[in-house]
């Protein structure tokens, strides 16, 4: 690193974007006003902004979205920008989530969201049924002949048998797509207008009929768009982003850098558009129609079922939602910033996103969120995890909402380098407020702009964060332990509850145990291993292709990491690549952990022959580690032996304590981090430019004391994040090592660089 840049970051112009705030447009903009307020924030360090039009209609923002006087001022504020060799983003919507252009694209009911509903009905023994048919896609079935091929419809009615006491287990599938005229079994009447179906149970078991329909969301959906449907995000497009560029063609790719996408979701449990079943059928050479109560259905046949759902709905979000708006930046020079919903836990990102982790393949500057002034959660982790697994840097936070206005200098220091400990390497302020006039305070405060006590400190704390962002950027993170992202195994057991849209803090219960269990279980593996200063990343399905073995290690090699250890934690359901990748890890002498259960669904099954030797080969107690659920204690002694340690603490606090491992047994949405923390030591390792950077903070109320011992050719030095000091260690040197006394200050970070 150059001693230059980290004692005056504020010189280098390429760490300009390693803090951009949302500066809410919140009031009646005045030109004049405009330039202050960018004044402002160049005397304080701040470079890069991103307008973020507020509140409009609700106490908020006064004028025309999109509109002359709107391009009016944005262009104000690109020639003061340009004038001052300052970037750009674009935040491409009214509030938030993006898609809807101030909802004017979602008035066409065609691009809104589309969900499936389900009913289920219970007939008792010996009872009747009847109603009419209709084709699960709400498509009339007017003129049905018997001669018909009835394997060409979707009818909406499912016929499943249970015992006799009702016990939910055992279901047997007796009807759905093919009828036969039996008392016993169900059969169509061929009515004049519209066929209906009958069917007459048996007098010693009873019968569950589940009802299937498709239904547009009412009555907000003008705030979802369809983001499986590329005709959706392509109008989305034509709405906003063609029209910032029709207007400032010249700014594109020089002053304007990227475009801010915030926190798109799926509303409805179970999401639906017109072409899935085709895309279903063709991705997985099945009719999903043929089997959608399976989505709300137990059993591990189900189980499948709502594992290629969700493996689908996923890949459609990436492609036809990210992967459009990312062609299009790429063809006009800026970058697609991103960041979605529910990130904290596996049952969030498989509710709103289906596969989290895997949209972030079609994202340029990855992205999270985090509200509340606590820290400790997962979100960041996940994010991070799941750059890095495509190759990517430049990992954004948008921090601060929610945390009030008392926050205070201090933890806003505090917040702002854990999240650099966990990976971030830009800090995304929520926000800088045009106006705290009248109510507008009260959104979502505080802003840290010059409303805020502390706005005068701002130019130290944005030159610690342009020193984090260099220290943490263009090298690669030194963490040995990859860890198995199990949604697989997860949407097996995951019963998704459509009476909760989005919007319910409080939200549905995880019903299922299996689910809940793994749910639970990923939190708390996760946090304990940071609580042990084991860093990890995540592994996920969509990757896979990204990993191979190199030597005894796993190698990302689009960003040359090497993992020594692979866990496998809950790793019932896993795809056949991720088999195969750990089976042939064994084979070089790598070590692979299995957590909680053996593997015993491959998704989808290939060379069946090839695939149970690989699979047997990893269930062997004899190659692998296995660990029980539960048992964290095992688990850390074993990554310990596993793992190397170039660098130890041998005296003093050597851990750190999350006061908050774990949310209770729900969905969040959305998730307030204030009341949740973590003391003690922390620690990561990054290699840059041939050096060894040891980041250490210490999140205990005062200064401590610890010693370390670091192999290094050369006497270590402290590079201070806040200050930006460099100093000397007073080090004893004990063969290839130092041993260094450390003082490590509260609440920000120092750096122990090493060759």
Partial sequence: MDRKIWKNPELEKALDES??????????????????????????????????????????????????????????VLEYKKEHDEPLWLYDEMDWPAGTCNQTVTKDEDLRERYLSFQTIEIPAGRHFTCQLRDIRENPLFGLKKEDDLSAYHFNVFFYEESKDYSGEGIRKI?????????????????PLVPSVEYFSKEDSYAVIVTVRTDPYRPYGSLSLNYLDSRAAETFLKSTYDRYYNEFPEYFGSVIKAVFNDETRMHNAFAWTDTFEDEFQKRKGYSFLASAPDLILQGNESGITRCDYYDVLSMLYQENYFGVLKKWCGEHGISLFAHLLGEETIANQARFSGDYMRQYRNIDCPGVDHLGKGIGSLNAKYAVSAARSYGKENIGVEIFAGCGWDLTFSEYIRMVTWMFQQGVQMIINHGFF???????????????????????????????????????????????????HPMESFWMHYMGNEFFKTACERGPLIEDEEASRIDRGMQLLMNGLSEQNIDFDLIHTDALDHYGIKGSCIENRLNHEEYRVLVLPYAEAMPEGAVRLAADFVSSGGRVILFGEKIRQVLPKADEEILSQKLAFLNDASRCARIEDGDFEALYKELNQSIRHPMKIVEGVSTNKNLHPCYE??????FIHTGEDISGVSYIRYEKDGKTETFFVNYDNEPCSIKVSVRSRSLPEVWDSYTGEIAPCEAQKEGDSFIVPLTLPSGYGIFLVTD
Avoid at 47 to 54: A, K, V
Avoid at 59 to 70: E, R, T, V
Avoid at 665 to 670: E, G, S, V
């Fill in 19 to 76: 803090q951009a705030p949302l500066w809410f447009w919140n009031d009646r903009l005045e030109n004049e006003e405009i330039l202050r307020q960018l004044k402002l924030q160049t005397e304080a360090g701040v470079r890069c902004t991103i307008p973020h039009g507020r509140g409009m209609g609700k106490g908020g923002y006064i004028g025309g979205y999109l509109d002359d006087d709107w391009m009016e001022k944005i262009r104000t």
């Fill in 434 to 484: 045009y106006s705290i006039r009248e109510n507008r305070g009260n959104d979502w405060p505080p802003s840290e702009f010059f409303q805020w006590k502390e706005w005068n400190r701002m130019p130290q704390a944005n030159a610690m964060t342009r020193r984090l962002h260099y220290a943490l950027s263009g090298g690669r993170p030194l963490a040995e332990v990859l860890v198995w």
């Fill in 665 to 670: 047994n729900r969905l969040i949405d959305p």
């Fill in 175 to 191: 009807g759905n797509r093919f009828y036969r005229k039996k008392a016993i079994e169900p059969y169509i009447i061929f009515a």
